[in-house]
Nanobody
C-alpha cells in the first residue's frame, strides 16, 4: 500500500502558474503508475494527467494539454504537476492517485486505487 500527500495548491491569478507535488510513502514508489485528478464544486472528479512507472509515458486531458506537465522523481518518491497559463475553470481540488502496475503500462483513469487527501487550487479572473 502507498500513502499520498499533496501540496502546492493555493490562490493564483488567471495566467499564472503553480506546481503541485505529491509525496508518496510506503511500498516502492517506482512500482506505481501515478495520476492527477481534479474535482470542481458540483462536478464529478475528472482525469487530468497520468504518468508511467518510469516516467517514459504520459497522457493528458484535452482541457489541460499544452498547459500542464506531469513528471516524477522516483529517487524522491514524488510526482509533480506543473500548471501554466491557469484559467478560472481550472479551479478545483486536485488529487494525486496511484496504482501498482507491472512494466511500463499506463493505466486507464478508472484503474487508480490509492488517493491523497487533495489540495485546493483557486484561479481568480
Amino acid at each position: 500500500q502507498v500513502q499520498l500527500v499533496e501540496s502546492g495548491g493555493g490562490l493564483v491569478q488567471a495566467g499564472g502558474s503553480l506546481r503541485l507535488s505529491c509525496a508518496a510513502s510506503g511500498r516502492a514508489f517506482s512500482d506505481y503508475a501515478m495520476g492527477w485528478f481534479r474535482q470542481a464544486p458540483g462536478k464529478e472528479r475528472e482525469f487530468v494527467a497520468r504518468i508511467s512507472r518510469n516516467g517514459g509515458s504520459t497522457s493528458y486531458a484535452d482541457s489541460v494539454k499544452d498547459r500542464f506537465t506531469i513528471s516524477r522523481d522516483n529517487a524522491k518518491n514524488t510526482v509533480y504537476l506543473q500548471m501554466n497559463s491557469l484559467k478560472p475553470e481550472d479551479t478545483a481540488v486536485y488529487y494525486c492517485a496511484a496504482v501498482r502496475v507491472f512494466g511500463v503500462y499506463l493505466p486507464a483513469p478508472n484503474e487508480y486505487r490509492y488517493w491523497g487527501q487533495g489540495t485546493q487550487v483557486t484561479v481568480s479572473s
